[in-house]
Nanobody, 123 residues
Framework: QVQLVESGGGLVQPGGSLRLSCVASGSIFTINEMGWYRQASGKQRELVARIVSGGSTNYADSVKGRFTISRDVAKHTAYLQMNMLKPEDTAVYYC?????????????????WGKGTLVTVSS
């Protein structure tokens, strides 16, 4: 099993910055992809940004130019640097990881989710 723990959320004023971190631990052979999703009150969960093992990244149009995803492969950690935050960025941010790990002698690929961290952008 793999656990994902997010940190870095909080209250910030419009135009401010926050940096989220997500650390993966447990039975990890390799992490194929890590990403950040968010869910605002009354809305569906949506992709914010993701980074694959080769380093390629994808961003939601709404955050391009403001958010940057990165990862430390050795530390099994992903980061989301969020700049120029807007009230509409307010949401619970969830870390996701696509992990290959040994289970019962078999290499299996499984999706994992963190519990989420709240980001509130308000004056």
């Amino acid at each position: 099993q793999v656990q994902l723990v997010e940190s870095g959320g909080g209250l910030v004023q419009p135009g401010g910055s926050l940096r989220l971190s997500c650390v993966a631990s447990g039975s990890i052979f390799t992490i194929n992809e890590m990403g950040w999703y968010r869910q605002a009150s009354g809305k569906q969960r949506e992709l914010v940004a993701r980074i694959v093992s080769g380093g390629s990244t994808n961003y939601a149009d709404s955050v391009k130019g403001r958010f940057t995803i990165s990862r430390d492969v050795a530390k099994h950690t992903a980061y989301l640097q969020m700049n120029m935050l807007k009230p509409e960025d307010t949401a619970v941010y969830y870390c996701h990881a696509d992990v290959s790990g040994w289970q019962g002698g078999t290499l299996k690929r499984v999706d994992y989710w963190g519990k989420g961290t709240l980001v509130t952008v308000s004056s």
